[in-house]
T-cell receptor, first 111, second 112 residues
Framework: QKEVEQNSGPLSVPEGAIASLNCTYS??????FFWYRQYSGKSPELIMS????GDKEDGRFTAQLNKASQYVSLLIRDSQPSDSATYLC???????????FGTGTQLKVEL | DTGVSQDPRHKITKRGQNVTFRCDPI?????LYWYRQTLGQGPEFLTY????????KSRLLSDRFSAERPKGSFSTLEIQHTEQGDSAMYLC??????????FGPGTRLTVL
């Protein structure tokens, strides 16, 4: 079992719709969770962090965490073509010294 | 520019040659990470520094790889006797207790 798992996609949504990206992780003691956005040929850009169970909202983005189910998600409301990118889920593992990434989900927002 | 910088941005080398990459973190960040990313994969952890101390190395980091962070400022990653399988994007990230991992633009290595 991979430490952090994501559906590779592509996930296609129409402009203006809600995009839902999911991630599961295996390390039960993990406490810190992140979502990064990565455009093709560019480095990852941090867009959300979440540490407690529940929802955290920042603009059009909402991160959701359920530690009992070892599940993290990212909702993007009012999706725009500029949101088309790969979204990487990352979890702090190894005693807090490193981020372990999933393989990423490719999101395509269609006009 | 107060972000993380990496040099060079691109490196093409022949198999067997040695290469060295540099990372300059955000000045107030005491933690520095190196990751490697290949096409279609997420970044893979290579090594971690807190100040000048290298606290963790991945099993992925063979003896051909070495990293340093003298004086706890910039860091270098050297790959000796490069192999075609070393071709990847090498990413540096820095962080502090207040700010999470911020990535630099990466160095894309191509080994011919």
């Amino acid at each position: 079992q991979k430490e952090v798992e994501q559906n590779s996609g592509p996930l296609s949504v129409p402009e203006g719709a809600i995009a839902s990206l999911n991630c599961t992780y295996s390390d039960r003691v993990s406490q810190s969770f992140f979502w990064y956005r990565q455009y093709s040929g560019k480095s990852p850009e941090l867009i959300m962090s979440i540490y407690s169970n529940g929802d955290k909202e920042d603009g059009r983005f909402t991160a959701q965490l359920n530690k009992a189910s070892q599940y993290v998600s990212l909702l993007i409301r009012d999706s725009q073509p500029s949101d088309s990118a790969t979204y990487l889920c990352a979890v702090v593992t190894g005693g807090g010294n490193k981020l372990t990434f999933g393989t990423g989900t490719q999101l395509k927002v269609e006009l | 520019d107060t972000g993380v910088s990496q040099d060079p941005r691109h490196k093409i080398t022949k198999r067997g040659q040695n290469v060295t990459f540099r990372c300059d973190p955000i000045s107030e960040h005491n933690r520095l990470y190196w990751y490697r990313q290949t096409l279609g994969q997420g970044p893979e952890f290579l090594t971690y520094f807190q100040n000048e101390a290298q606290l963790e190395k991945s099993r992925l980091l063979s003896d051909r790889f070495s990293a340093e962070r003298p004086k706890g400022s910039f860091s270098t990653l050297e790959i000796q006797h490069t192999e075609q399988g070393d071709s990847a994007m090498y990413l540096c990230a820095s962080s502090s207790q207040r700010e999470n991992g911020i990535f630099g633009p990466g160095t894309r290595l191509t080994v011919l």
